[in-house]
């Protein structure tokens, strides 16, 4: 597997107020425990196409494709995409999912939900299937499986928390939650 040099968010910083920061707020700080080189990006940033070269950059697709903060993605043979939300029903509203990517990029990562919220799966604007995690190669205990697929390969996980291990107090992990007075 090839390592990359650095890890890009790209979009949804806190200030912009779209609420995936919620989700790139814990890539970043689980980056930085690890003592991996991290930059949380956007349009407004003054870098060169090329620093994008040789990363890992996560986002959104909605964020890359329309999003006034976020839309200038570069997109760089050398580097690894992972997007969340992809889509897997063609171009929606406009969005052109991933054709967006392919051929275009070094290599394109679906990021989608391990689980089936719908009585026959996944189904909304964007995606259409089935969570099937004995056809799907498990990456670690349970919680993200990986899919090679013909363009793009795709990566299943669940959502759970922002804590790291670190903050999370197993003392009290099985109590009830309380409200504050």
Excluded: C
């Amino acid at each position: 597997m090839k390592k990359h040099k650095k890890i890009i968010v790209w979009g949804a910083k806190f200030d912009t107020g779209h609420t995936h920061a919620f989700v790139h707020d814990p890539i970043i700080n689980a980056a930085k425990y690890l003592n991996l080189e991290v930059y949380w990006l956007d349009n407004r940033d003054n870098v060169p196409d090329e620093f994008f070269d040789d990363s890992l950059i996560i986002s959104e697709q909605w964020l890359v494709f329309a999003n006034g903060n976020s839309h200038k993605l570069p997109l760089r043979k050398s580097s690894t995409y992972i997007i969340h939300y992809l889509g897997n029903k063609g171009p929606v509203e406009g969005n052109p999912g991933a054709s967006m990517y392919v051929d275009k990029v070094g290599r394109l990562i679906d990021f989608r939900f391990a689980n089936n919220w719908g009585v026959n799966g996944v189904e909304d604007k964007n995606y259409a299937y089935t969570f099937e995690k004995e056809k799907y190669t498990p990456i670690n205990d349970g919680t993200s499986y990986f899919q090679k697929g013909d363009d793009y390969d795709i990566f299943y996980s669940i959502w759970a928390t922002d804590l790291l291990p670190n903050e999370i107090d197993f003392e009290t992990r099985l109590t009830k939650f309380k409200e504050p007075k």
